[in-house]
């Protein structure tokens, strides 16, 4: 689902927020428009007037404006955005005209950032901390594992560098009073949200829940800076594919080393990667560029960083692959939320 998005749109308008004037010694006078909160549902969004009220940037997370959660969502930019743009003008008193909505009804506005969202069921509750910190003991430092500091969770930074993960107990998060999700969700369905956040509740207990967080330049890299580049399929295909390169868990115990070995078929490499099983500082054997070339080269074939990762001491309980399996990746929403229709954008 898509948690999360920063877009901007282009539109003439008057400009609004508070605005900062700036004077150099040269003479040149430059204006900022400061970030100005609008509410749907009391659910806070952003937006910023720009270039001399020419453009309108939108940053928020649509699924809570709209359901009053993000425990469930759908894949389509393209719902998210249509909703949320005619309400942004209609609170800003901005009258677009025919052919720009057109123009965002094929979803040619900018996409500055964007988050996808995936559920992974488990069998217990108590297991989603385990995999939690089954990751962060598992995980290449090369990926930066890192704990979230409110919550149960742990960060992960992508191999390319242009991409974020978090994987977390959304249970916690959305029982956690000081979050406010109850108050979204009592503006969206009334006096039907105790029922709606006890089933809810389950959702998330039944889950681990993995974001992927994509910026600016990872989306002009790949070509999807635009709204029309992103269709239900292509959140799904770049969620999956980004996934797959995370290749989280990859730590090996010490007595999976003897496979690991039988694996590597360079010998030179496989030298390299004895020594650093033995704990053996492979800086004082080699010069820069060839421990360079190693380190490069185990990474690319392993997903460890043999300068800053260490075997760990017993194979894992827990098989990551049989927990995040995109075959059982869940998508869509629950059948029984055709009782609470408010709280499912379709």
């Not at 990667?273 to 560029?289: K, P, Y």
Request: aromatic share 10%.
């Amino acid at each position: 689902m898509i948690d999360y998005f920063n877009i901007t749109i282009e539109i003439d308008h008057q400009p609004f927020g508070s605005i900062r004037t700036k004077q150099h010694e040269n003479g040149n006078v430059k204006t900022k428009c400061f970030t100005k909160t609008l509410y749907i549902n009391h659910v806070p969004f952003y937006v910023t007037s720009m270039d001399n009220g020419s453009r309108i940037n939108i940053r928020c997370c649509p699924l809570k404006l709209f359901q009053g959660h993000n425990l469930f969502g759908s894949n389509s930019l393209k719902k998210l955005w249509c909703s949320l743009i005619v309400e942004l003008l209609n609170l800003l008193g901005i009258q677009a005209s025919p052919v720009q909505l057109r123009k965002w009804l094929r979803g040619e506005f900018q996409v500055d950032g964007i988050h996808i969202t995936h559920r992974f069921p488990v069998s217990e509750y108590p297991l989603v901390g385990q995999v939690i910190a089954h990751i962060r003991r598992y995980s290449s430092e090369l990926l930066l594992p890192t704990p979230i500091i409110k919550g149960v969770g742990v960060t992960l930074r992508a191999p390319h560098g242009q991409a974020d993960w978090l994987f977390y107990d959304k249970r916690q998060e959305f029982g956690d009073k000081r979050t406010k999700e109850q108050k979204y969700l009592q503006a969206v369905v009334g006096d039907l949200a105790e029922r709606a956040k006890d089933r809810l509740l389950q959702v998330a207990s039944m889950s681990i829940r993995a974001e992927l967080k994509l910026g600016k330049r990872y989306l002009q890299d790949n070509g999807l800076d635009r709204g029309n580049a992103w269709t239900v399929a292509k959140a799904i295909e770049v969620f999956i594919s980004e996934f797959d390169e995370l290749g989280i868990g990859q730590i090996p115990s010490l007595p999976q080393l003897p496979d690991v070995y039988a694996a590597i078929e360079n010998p030179k490499l496989r030298m390299v990667v004895i020594m650093w099983a033995n704990g053996e500082d492979i800086t004082r054997h080699f010069g820069v560029s060839t421990v360079r070339k190693y380190r490069t080269a185990v990474m690319d074939e392993m997903g460890i960083d043999i300068l800053k990762d260490a075997p760990v001491l017993e194979p894992a309980s827990i098989i990551l692959s049989d927990i995040f399996n995109s075959d059982n990746m869940l998508t869509g929403f629950p059948k029984w939320v055709r009782k609470y229709p408010e709280i499912a954008l379709r």
